[in-house]
T-cell receptor, first 112, second 111 residues
């Protein structure tokens, strides 16, 4: 079993839809939870960063962490064609060195 | 603005060649990382370094080595390239624990 599981998609939605992206994980030591966005032929860029449980909102993006269920989510409201990208969840712990573990990434297409 | 620069965006090498991938960051970050990215497998950590001349193996270090002679520069070396090392290689740096800044990637093809 992978430490971090993420549905690779692809996920195709119409412009304006609410998008839900999810990851599950198995290591209860994870405390830092991140979402990266990666456009085609580019490196990933940090989108959202959450420490421990709870919600965090930034514009049209909301990140949720449920540590009891080992489940994290990213919601995109009013999705735009420019949101079309691969979204990678990532997480890390203070133990085990400076390693960040990534999900496989979900490819999102937002159709105009 | 934060900047991680990978010297080569696209490389084509032959089996058995020695390959150097260079990465430079201008943010004075202590930590630097090399990942490879393959479809369906996501990003897998090859090596990381938390200080000059220090290095630690990641999850898939076999067939790779690294060098960090200066704080801003972290090199990935493939001593004898093989076809199964054809991949996208991503360098990253971080100051805060867990928050990574990535370069644009180096796509390596080994024939």
């Amino acid at each position: 079993q992978k430490e971090v599981e993420q549905d690779p998609g692809p996920l195709s939605v119409p412009e304006g839809a609410i998008v839900s992206l999810n990851c599950t994980y198995s290591n209860s030591a994870f405390q830092y939870f991140m979402w990266y966005r990666q456009y085609s032929r580019k490196g990933p860029e940090l989108l959202m960063y959450t420490y421990s449980s709870g919600n965090k909102e930034d514009g049209r993006f909301t990140a949720q962490v449920d540590k009891s269920s080992k489940y994290i989510s990213l919601f995109i409201r009013d999705s735009q064609p420019s949101d079309s990208a691969t979204y990678l969840c990532a997480m890390s712990a203070t133990t085990g060195g400076f390693k960040t573990i990534f999900g496989a990434g979900t490819r999102l297409f937002v159709k105009a | 603005d934060v900047k991680v620069t990978q010297s080569s965006r696209y490389l084509v090498k032959r089996t058995g060649e020695k390959v150097f991938l260079e990465c430079v960051q201008d943010m004075d970050h202590e930590n630097m990382f090399w990942y490879r990215q393959d479809p369906g497998l996501g990003l897998r950590l090859i090596y990381f370094s938390y200080d000059v001349k220090m290095k630690e193996k990641g999850d898939i270090p076999e067939g790779y080595s690294v060098s960090r002679e200066k704080k801003e520069r972290f090199s990935l070396i493939l001593e004898s390239a093989s076809t199964n090392q054809t991949s996208m290689y991503l360098c990253a740096s971080s100051l805060l624990f867990g928050e990574l800044f990535f370069g644009e990637g180096s796509r390596l093809t080994v024939l």
